[in-house]
């Protein structure tokens, strides 16, 4: 439903009919009614009573605009912006038009018919565009409105057995100020909180922003102070699909933290790797760095194995049951086996930079290049597998639609063998007519069907040794 930019707060049943009246589907509706009652007098002939009632019905929504536009302008919380907005101008145009005309210096010039006409028409278009931007600007609306949710930050303590605990924003700048061996995790940063992080860090918040949301693939940039990794991390959800969650890990000489668009299993997946994996004796980014990516790499695994259940689910499905939920089922794979497949393909990339020293972290070490370059080798498996079952994929979709489609083309065979034996009848019939006595021809109508039905069975013949009847 699309609603009101106004905020109404009471419950009240008049607020609730404000609401209503002055919601954006509402406004549209009077929009396209009041460019319907401008045409009217413009195609018709119409009455003096009937151009009154008219009159009053183009004032009233109007009126109707004119509420909403006020009320929107006092409400907002900034009125420069508000009527810079072209939507708004938009507004403003379809209320001033229909005022002009009541100004006294200028209405004998704009009651001319001529400038009249003009000025409806300029009317229309406004109500139309007006009408037509409704659901643009409640998707706008909806955009620039959507809470983005609290800040959740969570921090993994890596002592004898790694701890994971909740933590407050406070606490996670005052760390970045004294690091130490720990994992700080932030998830739902604002816009605000990018830029105290940028300060805390002595970085430019522009930094931040283009790695973590001016970006959707995974990438490495090493500066002298920090390298940032982003890469996507398959989050598993309820309906048997995955979302991709960006993550950004910052590493510096003596920190590492992630920081990600939304809430995540991150510090689950990277408590469950650092039980399953020994690193040697690396410095800590170095060691957090490699275990970010093995976690990003298991939940990768994990949603390979999903795709290769699913596929072998649609393998047992007869060729001849093809039905619209296997292809839907089937392109979405594919979409998804697309998706991973891209950015394994770049994950793999940056972990072979890594582990050929063409790109160094920080606070490397001496084994680092070994470490990812066992990295490097299991996204490159995970990659080829993706590719592989991404062929599988295909392959099984043009199995199945050659199949529909020879089994359509077996159905057009036997529609023109039928057109074709129908035919014949059909023209003997139409040159003898309906009667046979009479006419010039010696024939008799035995003659005549017999002859009929043997053309017949010439054809049939004929189209049984092309094969088109097997």
């Known amino acids: 439903m699309l609603h009101s930019e106004l905020p109404f707060k009471s419950r009240h049943w008049a607020a609730k009919i404000a609401e209503m009246i002055l919601s954006e589907g509402s406004l549209g509706f009077l929009a396209i009614a009041a460019a319907a009652l401008t045409l009217i007098p413009m195609l018709f002939v119409t009455s003096t009573h009937t151009e009154s009632v008219l009159a009053t019905a183009q004032w009233s929504i109007v009126g109707i605009f004119g509420i909403e536009y006020g009320l929107a302008l006092a409400t907002a919380p900034d009125r420069v912006a508000f009527l810079r907005n072209p939507w708004r101008l938009l507004d403003l145009l379809t209320i001033i038009l229909p005022l002009a005309t009541l100004f006294p210096q200028i209405s004998p010039v704009l009651r001319s018919s001529p400038v009249l006409r003009l000025l409806r028409l300029i009317r229309i278009v406004a109500l ?5 931007g409704v659901v643009v600007r409640e998707e706008k609306r909806r955009a620039e409105t959507q809470a983005i949710g609290p800040v959740r930050v969570a921090v993994l303590r890596i002592e004898r057995s790694p701890a994971l605990q909740p933590a407050t924003w406070k606490e996670f700048l005052q760390w970045t100020r004294s690091p130490g061996e720990e994992w700080y995790h932030v998830s739902n940063l604002s816009t605000e909180q990018i830029r105290d992080l ?8 522009s930094y931040l922003e283009s790695h973590l949301t001016g ?3 995974p990438h490495l940039d090493s500066t002298e102070s920090f390298a940032s990794f982003f890469v996507s991390m398959p989050e598993p ?21 992630t920081l990600s668009r939304h809430p995540t299993g991150l510090m689950q997946a990277v408590a469950n790797a650092l039980s399953k994996i020994a690193l040697p004796a690396l410095p800590f980014p170095v060691r957090m760095t490699c275990t970010f990516v093995r976690a990003v790499l298991d939940r990768n695994e994990e ?9 072998r689910a649609l393998e047992e499905v007869p060729v001849r049951e093809s039905r619209p939920p296997f292809f839907e089922q089937c392109f979405r794979l594919k979409k998804e086996l697309a ?25 490397g070490g001496a084994g680092e290049a070994a470490q990812f370059r066992l990295l490097a080798e299991s996204a490159d498996f995970l990659y080829e597998t993706v590719v592989n079952l991404r062929e599988s994929v295909l392959s099984l979709i043009d199995l199945h639609l050659n199949v529909v489609s020879f089994e359509i083309n077996r159905v057009m065979r036997v529609l023109a063998v039928v057109s074709v034996l129908g035919l014949i009848p059909a023209v003997v019939g139409g ?15 035995p003659q005549v069907a017999f002859g009929v039905c043997l053309a017949m069975v010439l054809c049939l013949y004929l189209f049984l040794i092309k094969g088109w009847l097997r």
């Not at 940028?198 to 918040?205: E, K, Y």
């Not at 309906?239 to 933290?257: D, H, I, K, P, Y």
């Not at 991973?340 to 920080?362: C, M, N, Y």
Request: aromatic content about 8%.
């Open 198 to 205: 940028a300060s805390a860090l002595g970085i430019t918040p």
């Open 128 to 132: 139309g565009l007006r009408a037509s």
């Open 215 to 217: 970006t959707s693939y």
């Open 303 to 311: 949603l390979v194995g999903r795709f290769e259940s699913e596929l």
């Open 431 to 445: 040159l003898f007519g309906m009667n046979l006595a009479d006419n010039p021809w010696p024939f008799t109508l």
């Open 339 to 363: 998706t991973a497949q891209s950015d394994l393909w770049r994950l793999k990339g940056i972990l072979s930079a890594l582990a050929e020293s063409r790109v160094t972290l920080p606070s």
């Open 237 to 257: 959800q309820a309906n048997a699909t995955s979302e991709r969650t960006g993550l950004l890990l910052l590493v510096s000489n003596q920190m590492v933290f």
